[in-house]
C-alpha cells in the first residue's frame, strides 16, 4: 500500500469506521472509547446494542493491555501506574444493522492454547449458561484476591456477541503468534 | 477512618460519595477503568471499618449507567462485605439499584447479585 488513498479505499471498502493502532493504556482507553461511542451516536441506537459495542471494547482492551506480549514504554508522557502499557489494534466495521468489533494484539505463544481453550468453552455456552458462568467466576474471583480478573471479560464479550466469538492465531515471530478476536453484535 | 469521601466523575471512574454521618453512600454514572481497584480502594477499607461499627442503618444508592467486568467483581465484593458484617446484627443495609427500563447490562447485573445477598434489602429500581 503506497498512498494514504489506497489505504483509505480498503478501509472504506471493508466498512471499518474506527481504527486505532498503537498503544493501549488506561487514559487511552477512555479516549477511545469516547469517539467510538460519539460514533454509535451517530447510529441512533437501543441502548443495548449501544452498549453491547462499547462493553465488548473496553472488555477487548482489558484483554490486550493484560495479554499483550508487545509493550509500549512511554516514560516522558506517563507516571509510574501508566507505564504498563500494551500495544495493539482496533476496529469497528458496520455493515447495515451488524457491527464487527475486533481486536488484534502480539500473545506469547505459550498463552496460545490458554487463550483458545477459554473462547472455546464460552463458544459451547448458550445466552443462560454463560450468565451462570459469569456469576460464577465473579465469585471464584472474589475468594481469590491475586486475580487480576483476566477470565471474567471473556465472558463478558461472549455474553454481549450476537454469534460465536471469532477468532485467529497467526504466526506472528518464532516465539509471538498474533492474536485477532471479532465480535458480532446486531 | 474518614467520615466523608467524595470524588467528582471522570471519563471512565463514576461519582463517588461516603458519608458516614449520614450513613449514606452513592455511585452514579460510568466505571470502565482499567485500575478499578486503586479506584475504590479508599472507600472499599472505608466501608469496611464503617460496616464493623453499629450505625444502625446504612443506604446505598447505586446509580451506574455502565460498569465493565473489573467493576462487577469489586461490587459483588464490596456487596458481600456488607452482607456479612450485618448477618446476625440488628443492623441494616439498604441497596438501591437505580437504573433504567432499557439498561439491559445493569438490570441482568442487578438480578445477580441480588440473588448473592442474604442479608441486605436489595431494590432494584427503575427510574
Redesign the interface.
Known amino acids: 500500500m503506497n498512498s494514504l488513498l489506497d489505504f483509505y479505499r480498503f478501509v472504506k471498502d471493508k466498512d471499518i469506521n474506527i481504527i486505532y493502532s498503537g498503544p493501549i493504556w488506561?487514559?487511552g482507553?477512555?479516549?477511545i472509547?469516547?469517539t467510538l461511542k460519539r460514533r454509535l451516536e451517530f447510529d441512533d441506537l437501543?441502548?443495548?446494542t449501544s452498549?453491547a459495542v462499547?462493553?465488548v471494547f473496553?472488555?477487548q482492551?482489558?484483554n490486550m493491555?493484560m495479554y499483550s506480549a508487545e509493550k509500549f514504554v512511554a516514560p516522558a508522557v506517563m507516571d509510574e501506574?501508566q507505564a504498563a502499557t500494551a500495544t495493539g489494534i482496533f476496529l469497528l466495521s458496520c455493515r447495515g444493522k451488524q457491527y464487527f468489533v475486533q481486536s488484534g494484539n502480539v500473545l506469547r505463544n505459550d498463552q496460545v492454547n490458554i487463550m483458545k481453550d477459554k473462547i472455546d468453552y464460552l463458544n459451547t455456552l448458550d445466552k443462560q449458561e454463560l450468565?451462570k458462568f459469569?456469576?460464577q467466576k465473579?465469585?471464584e474471583?472474589?475468594d481469590n484476591p491475586e486475580s487480576r480478573?483476566g477470565g471474567?471479560?471473556l465472558?463478558?464479550i461472549a455474553k454481549r456477541a450476537s454469534s460465536k466469538i471469532d477468532y485467529s492465531f497467526e504466526r506472528y515471530d518464532d516465539a509471538h503468534s498474533f492474536f485477532t478476536m471479532s465480535v458480532t453484535i446486531e | 477512618m474518614l467520615n466523608r469521601l467524595e470524588k467528582e466523575k471522570t471519563g471512565s471512574t463514576p461519582y463517588i460519595l461516603f458519608d458516614a454521618d449520614q450513613h449514606y453512600m452513592k455511585f452514579a454514572g460510568e466505571s470502565f477503568h482499567e485500575n478499578v481497584i486503586e479506584f475504590y480502594g479508599e472507600i472499599d477499607s472505608n466501608l469496611g471499618e464503617y460496616m464493623a461499627t453499629d450505625f444502625g442503618k446504612f443506604t446505598f444508592d447505586c446509580e451506574l449507567t455502565y460498569f465493565n467486568s473489573s467493576t462487577a467483581k469489586l461490587l459483588l465484593n464490596m456487596l458481600l462485605g456488607m452482607d456479612d458484617a450485618i448477618a446476625g446484627t440488628d443492623k441494616e443495609v439498604i441497596v438501591n439499584w437505580i437504573t433504567t427500563e432499557d439498561n439491559d447490562i445493569i438490570i441482568e447485573c442487578g438480578e445477580d447479585f441480588e440473588e448473592e445477598v442474604e442479608n441486605i434489602q436489595f431494590n432494584i429500581i427503575m427510574k
Open positions: 488506561s487514559n482507553v477512555e479516549g472509547g469516547d437501543p441502548l443495548p452498549q462499547f462493553s473496553v472488555e482492551m482489558n493491555l501506574k450468565r459469569y456469576k465473579l465469585r474471583e472474589n480478573g471474567i471479560g465472558v463478558e
